[in-house]
C-alpha cells in the first residue's frame, strides 16, 4: 500500500448525494488506498462496485474512523454535527455537506472555484448548500469585474434535492394521478406533482425559510461581503433533478452583457449561453459538471443591472462534485 | 325579449379562455337576452350548454357580429386584429383578451379592480396579459399605501397558459415517460414535463421575451406610471393550472408586513395569507376567482422593500373572470 495515498470514507454513502458522492470520486483523478463507505445499519453489507472493486457499506459507529484520512460527509445536520468531531478527532479532514458547520466561525465554507485556498485553514470544511453554490460561483466572478450592489434570487429547485423519498414522491405522486389511485404528501408538506411548493425547509420567525436564510447568510460569507444586500424566494417545482434561478444583479459600476459574457466564459466551470435563444433548462444540464448560465441581459430599471438565468446538477456541483473538489484541493 | 338585456358574444368559445368566458358568464348576475358562441369552422355546430339553454357554435365570419351588444374575444392576436374592428362596426363593444390592442394609445387596459373607470372610453377594451393582471392588482393597491419605486418579478406560470394543446402536451408527455414512449414536443419547443423553460413568447432583439416585455410595459400602462421602474424574468412550469409569481418590491417609503396585510386585506378581489407558515399553491388556487398574496416579508436588502408570492387561476382572474368583469362594468 503506498503511504502517500489517502483512505477516503464516505459518510451516508448510499443517499444521493452519497451516490453521486461515489461516482464524483470514481471519475475524478483522486489517487486513493480505500475507499469506505458508512451508512445506517439499515444499509450495512450493500456491495458498491468503485474503479473495478467490491466495497461493502459498513454501519456509521464512533469508531468507524479509524484511519481515515478524510471523510466526506452526505448526512444531515444532526448526523454531522456528532460525527464529523469523531472523525476529526481519528485524525480525519471532515468535508461536511450538512449545513450544520457552515456558518461557523474558523469553518471554511468552500466553492471549489471561489475559495479553495481556504482548505487547511481548519480540520472541518462545509460544503455550501446547493443553491447558493451554482449562485455564489456566478456572482463571485462577476464582482470582481464590477462590484455587486444587491441581489435578488428567485429559486426553482428540483425534488432531488430533498433526498431520496422526495425524487420517488414526485415519481409516485405523479404516476398516482394518472392512475386515479389516492396519496398523501409525505416528503413535501403538500402535493408536488403539477404545483409549485414556495417553501424549502422551515419558515423562520420573519417569515423566510432556511434554505432563504442559507442563500443569503452563505452567499455573504463565501464572498467575504458581509454586508452584501442579497434577498432570496426559494421554491421547490415538480422538476426531478437541477436547480434553476432567476437572479437580478444591481453592481456598483458598468457591466455590459458582453463584458458579463466574456467574463464568465473565462471563468472555470461556468458553461456560458451568450445567444439568447439558447438558454440551459434543469432537464439539459442533469448530469453536467458545469453551472449553466443563460439569459444574461441588461436590467434597464437600475443603472447598472443584469438578469441572468442559472442552472446546474444539484446533486454534482451543488453538492457531490463540489466535495470531491474540496478533497482535490486538500490532496494537493 | 326585454331590450335592456344584452347581446354577448363570446369569440374562440371553444378554447380554454372561451370555455371559461362563458363559465364565468353563466355564474355571474350578468341578464342577457342571447349569447352567441363563435370559433372555427372545425368547431361550427358544436352544442354548449348555458344557464340551461344549448347555443350552437357559429362559424366566425366577417358577418356574425350583425346585432350583437358585446364580443368577447378569446382569439389570438390575428383573429383580433381582423374581427374586433368588424365588430365594433357592427355596433358591438369588444374585450379583447389578446395583446394586439393592448398598448395602443386610447384603448383601456384594465383590471377590474384597478382601473374599471376607464370602460366607456373606446369601443375596444383590452384585457390585460394572464401574468400583469394579478400582479398589477397587488402593485396598485401598494402604491397607494407607499409609491413603488422598483418591481423585480420572476414567474412560475404554468401550461394553461399556452392554450389547450399546450395543457394536452403536459399530460400527455408526463405519461409517454411513464410508458417510456418517445415523444417530440410541438406546443412547446422543449419538454416541459419535469422542466423548467425559461421562455414564454417569442425573445426579442434585447434577449426579453414578449411575455416579459407584456409584464413590464402593460403594469406601466394599467398603473399610469410610465416611469415604472420594473423587471421580469417569466418561466414555464410543469404545472397545469394557475400562475405563480415571485415578487420583490422596493417603495420609496415605509411600508411594513403589516401595513402590507391589511391594505391587501381591505383590497377587493384579494385574498391574503398573513401566517407565513400558510400560503398560496397553485393546485390549491385554481378554480377561484381571487387573487392570493402569500410569504409577505421584509426584505432588509434595501430601506423599504418587501417579497411576496402571488398566485391566481390564471384562465379566471388572469383572463375570463377578468374580461367578464369588465362587461360588468360597462353594462353598469
Chains 1, 2 share one sequence.
Not at 484511519?67 to 468535508?95: H, M, N, Q, R
Not at 434570487?153 to 414522491?169: F, N, P, R, W
Not at 436547480?243 to 452583457?257: D, G, K, R, T, Y
Request: some cysteine; aromatic content about 6%.
Amino acid at each position: 500500500m503506498n503511504q502517500k495515498k489517502p483512505v477516503i470514507t464516505i459518510v451516508g454513502a448510499t443517499g444521493l448525494v452519497g451516490q453521486e458522492m461515489m461516482a464524483c470520486l470514481e471519475s475524478s483523478t483522486i489517487q486513493l488506498s480505500e475507499l469506505r463507505l458508512l451508512a445506517s445499519s439499515d444499509s450495512a453489507g450493500e456491495l458498491y462496485k468503485f474503479r473495478g472493486d467490491e466495497v461493502q457499506v459498513r454501519e456509521l459507529t464512533e469508531q468507524a474512523f479509524a484511519g481515515c484520512d478524510y471523510a466526506l460527509f452526505a448526512t444531515s445536520a444532526e448526523l454531522s454535527a456528532k460525527f464529523a468531531p469523531l472523525a476529526v478527532a481519528a485524525g480525519a479532514i471532515v468535508i461536511d455537506n450538512s449545513s450544520h458547520f457552515r456558518m461557523q466561525e474558523g469553518v471554511p465554507l468552500i466553492v471549489a472555484e471561489v475559495n479553495s485556498e481556504a482548505v487547511g485553514k481548519n480540520k472541518i470544511i462545509a460544503n455550501p448548500n446547493c443553491s447558493t453554490i451554482q449562485l455564489v460561483a456566478v456572482l463571485s466572478a462577476l464582482h470582481k469585474k464590477a462590484a455587486l450592489k444587491r441581489v435578488v434570487v428567485s429559486t426553482y429547485q428540483s425534488v432531488s434535492g430533498a433526498g431520496k423519498e422526495a425524487l420517488d414522491e414526485l415519481w409516485s405522486q405523479t404516476l398516482s394521478i394518472f392512475n386515479q389511485r389516492d396519496f398523501t404528501p409525505e416528503a413535501f408538506a403538500h402535493q408536488i406533482a403539477f404545483n409549485c411548493i414556495p417553501q424549502i425547509d422551515l419558515i423562520c420567525d420573519d417569515g423566510y425559510t432556511k434554505e432563504e436564510f442559507k442563500i443569503i447568510n452563505e452567499s455573504r460569507k463565501i464572498l467575504q461581503l458581509p454586508n452584501l444586500r442579497i434577498t432570496a424566494t426559494a421554491v421547490r417545482v415538480p422538476v426531478l433533478h437541477s436547480h434553476a434561478e432567476s437572479v437580478n444583479i444591481e453592481f456598483e459600476s458598468a457591466l455590459s452583457v458582453n463584458d458579463a459574457v466574456a467574463t464568465l466564459t473565462a471563468s472555470p466551470g461556468i458553461s456560458v449561453y451568450p445567444d439568447w435563444t439558447d438558454y440551459p433548462m434543469q432537464l439539459a444540464v442533469t448530469g453536467t459538471d458545469e453551472i449553466h448560465v443563460g439569459r444574461i441581459r441588461r436590467d434597464d430599471s437600475v443603472e447598472f443591472g443584469l438578469n441572468l438565468w442559472i442552472v446546474a446538477d444539484n446533486l454534482r456541483k451543488g453538492a457531490a462534485l463540489n466535495a470531491v473538489q474540496i478533497l482535490a484541493a486538500c490532496i494537493g
